[in-house]
């Protein structure tokens, strides 16, 4: 009976492969999508505030607090801007990085850049956010220490900082994808539209920027979304403000549905802005 199995999926590899990846499949869908249909579901709980205890009971009551109390409606919208700041950062520093990477450098360096790209993200996370401490520290700190001659100060610990924290975590994200965009950018195309008389600038927001474009949104799904749920650079760099993923953590212990409901802000927020860029075509040009 085996043999015959075997013989069978040889024959047809369409089965064979639906077959390799089945497994993987349930597993996602059990281990992940599971998981996020629990949180969701945990969200319309509510906690005994007598014994802790949750009370297994549908209710909107964790929602209504998210959206009136001005605190909460005030961290949404924070990490909602920082998110934002962070992609449009890394957008503005990684074009120009990749575009030097893909058609500037010589063949032989392009490796090299790339595994420049790449190092930071062999170091570990907290490593690099207690460097950024270091430097952004106050009156102590290296960037007053050499920069505080000419007049630049660091910003110190807050919403500034946390933007530049994020900022240099993700950029590899952003530059490696627009990268990727660029090499499959044809060199004709650039050379026609400098042969029909087209400058530099003009040539990159019509020929280069639209074919990009896909790339760029898929660079900006990683720095978004790791913003948003980001809560370890806000609590080392970010002095008293709070992002979402701050509020999850304290909440996690002593109300699990508020916690649950903070968690799926998130959550819906990706979900409508993968909308957003389906909408857009730009998925189906990766």
Known sequence: MLTNIATWMHKHPRARLAALLFAPTVWLVIAYLGALAALL?????????????VIYQFNLGNFHDLFTDPAYKNVVLRTLGIAIGVTLICSVLAIPMAIYMAKIAKPRNKKFLVALVLTPLWASYLVKIYAWRTM???????????????????????????????????????????????????????????????????????????????????????????????????????????????????????????????????????????????????????
């Open 136 to 286: 952004l520290e106050p009156g102590t700190g290296v960037i007053d220490w050499l920069l505080g001659p000419l007049g630049i100060h660091s910003p110190g610990f807050g919403g500034p900082a946390i933007i530049i924290g994020l900022s240099y975590l993700w950029l590899p994200y952003m530059i490696l994808p627009i990268y990727a965009g660029l090499e499959r950018l044809p060199n004709n195309l650039l050379d026609a539209s400098s042969d029909l008389g087209a400058k530099n600038f003009h040539t990159f927001r019509s020929v280069v920027l639209p074919l990009i474009f896909p790339s760029i949104v898929a660079g900006s799904m990683f720095t978004f979304s790791l913003s948003l749920g980001d809560y370890i650079t806000a609590q080392i760099i970010g002095g008293k403000l709070q992002m979402l993923g701050n509020v999850v953590y304290q909440n996690f212990s002593i109300n699990l549905p508020f916690a649950a409901t903070i968690a799926a802000v998130p959550v819906l927020i990706m979900a409508f802005y993968l909308w957003l860029v389906r909408r857009t075509g730009a998925l189906a040009d990766l």
């Open 41 to 53: 579901v945990t969200a319309f709980f509510t906690i005994d505030s007598f014994t802790g205890n």
